[in-house]
């Protein structure tokens, strides 16, 4: 089985959260949508009113460190915030192809247009890097869509 590189806990955990919704200007990683805007229009989805927080998600999956144990930089990147969006609830389903989080594809860095808030610039850029380790990665497992 896979090591999974969770996120810190803790006050060091809600350090590392603040941060990642501080570079995202607090609205999700997907669709761009805050706090205040999910909870005045919540929708049923897949006949369940589903309750709207917080989720972060690892860009390039945590559980890749295993096949790359002896790339200490990427150890690194998987457990920054640089490998982290936070997303609804909501779009976290869908993210995991409604549910699949092992088996689903994995969604690629541009997926999520609103990682730096409404900085497209900053966006790409930060995409390009992600990118740039999964061009490293040979893991068969691993699935893009």
């Known amino acids: 089985m896979a090591t999974r590189y969770e996120f810190p806990k803790g006050k060091a955990g809600e350090t590392f959260r603040n941060m990642v919704l501080k570079r995202q200007d607090w609205q999700c990683a997907v669709k761009g949508c805050s706090q205040a805007d999910a909870q005045s229009n919540r929708r049923p989805m897949a006949g369940k009113r589903m309750r709207w927080e917080w989720d972060f998600h690892h860009v390039v999956p945590s559980q890749l460190g295993d096949a790359n144990q002896k790339n200490?930089?990427?150890?690194?990147?998987?457990?920054?915030?640089?490998?982290?969006?936070?997303?609804?609830?909501?779009?976290?389903?869908?993210?995991?192809?409604?549910?699949?989080?092992?088996?689903?594809?994995?969604?690629?860095?541009?997926?999520?247009?609103?990682?730096?808030?409404?900085?497209?610039?900053?966006?790409?850029?930060?995409?390009?890097?992600?990118?740039?380790?999964?061009?490293?990665?040979?893991?068969?497992?691993?699935?893009?869509?």
């Open 72 to 145: 200490a930089a990427f150890l690194s990147f998987l457990k920054s915030e640089n490998n982290c969006v936070a997303i609804c609830s909501v779009c976290h389903n869908r993210v995991h192809a409604d549910g699949r989080t092992r088996s689903g594809p994995v969604p690629p860095a541009t997926y999520y247009p609103f990682s730096h808030g409404g900085n497209h610039g900053m966006h790409v850029v930060w995409a390009r890097k992600v990118d740039k380790w999964w061009d490293q990665i040979t893991y068969p497992a691993a699935r893009r869509l």
